[in-house]
C-alpha cells in the first residue's frame, strides 16, 4: 500500500518546467529521508535526487544537477521537486519515497504510486 501521494505531473515542452510534490497523508516523514527516482519505458529505475530528515543535506544524479531542486517544507509534511529545463529523456514515472540511513545505505521502505512526466514539443 502506497504511503506517498506524487502530483504535478504533466505535459511540457522542451526547456520547460514542472513541480512535483509528494505528501504523506495522516503521516509524518520528519525522520526519513526522501528520495526521487524515475522510471521511462524499457528502462530501469533511477535515482534523482534525495533529501535528508532536516531538509539541510540533498544529492542529486549527475544528469539533473544545476536543473533541478529538492526541498522540503515540514509545515505542510510535503517534499518537492522542482524541474527545470526540462528534455526529453527526462521523461519518465516520477517517485517518491521514505528512507531509513541502516548499515550504510539508504533503504526505501514507502512508496508512492507515481506521476507521469512527458516532455515532447
Known amino acids: 500500500q502506497a504511503q506517498l501521494t506524487e502530483s504535478g505531473g504533466g505535459l511540457v515542452q522542451p526547456g520547460g518546467s514542472l513541480r512535483l510534490s509528494c505528501a504523506a497523508p495522516?503521516?509524518?516523514?520528519?525522520?526519513?529521508?526522501i528520495g526521487w527516482f524515475r522510471q521511462a519505458p524499457g528502462k530501469e529505475r533511477e535515482f534523482v535526487a534525495r533529501?535528508?530528515?532536516?531538509?539541510?543535506?540533498?544529492d542529486y544524479a549527475n544528469s539533473v544537477k544545476g536543473r533541478f531542486t529538492i526541498s522540503r517544507i515540514s509545515t505542510n509534511n510535503t517534499i518537492y521537486l522542482q524541474m527545470d529545463n526540462l528534455s526529453p529523456e527526462d521523461a519518465a514515472v516520477y517517485y517518491c519515497?521514505?528512507?531509513?540511513?541502516?548499515?550504510?545505505?539508504?533503504?526505501?521502505?514507502?512508496w508512492g504510486q507515481g506521476t507521469q512526466v512527458t516532455v515532447s514539443s
Open positions: 519515497a521514505a528512507a531509513r540511513y541502516h548499515n550504510g545505505q539508504y533503504e526505501y521502505d514507502y
Open positions: 495522516g503521516r509524518t516523514f520528519s525522520g526519513y529521508s
Open positions: 533529501i535528508n530528515g532536516g531538509g539541510t543535506i540533498t
